[in-house]
């Protein structure tokens, strides 16, 4: 039987700012650009983190403020996300509008910027709930983040030319 999602709270800058920051981060031996368009690749999403089985954008292109997005996590959870921030190649963040998680508000910000050698991404994220169960989900997100980064890079080398190399 499909999980039902639930309606969560409308959150941006102000939530954003009381997230750890950053969550995490890595430096990658390629330009912004790349890294960005590995971003947008729904594909790579379930190729580089392991609890994502599959992303779809909900949003004709080109996507910006406004976009929607639906991410399928493992036991068969899902996300679905309003962009609320978007500069291009540079930032994106979005809220979780509705889930199957037992969460009343998530966050998630990517940046990316120019770095020595290459780039560097900057995550920060934030889920809240009843008691405890909020940090231990945003503790769950960062260190999935942090984990799948190097994964990330991984797959970058082994096909540049998918991502503008």
Known sequence: MAKTAKQHKVVGEDYLRTAKQPGAAHRFPYPPQMVWNALLDAKAWSEWLKAIERVEWTSPQPWGVGTTRTVHVSGGNRIEEVFFAWDQCERMAFYFDRTTLPISAGIEDYTVRKAPGGSELVWTGKASAPLILGWVITKGLTK??????????????????RFGG
Do not use: M, Q, V
């Not at 999935?144 to 030319?161: F, M, Q, V, Y």
């Open 144 to 161: 999935g983040i942090a984990s799948g980064l190097p994964d990330l890079e991984k797959l970058i080398a082994s096909d540049p030319e």
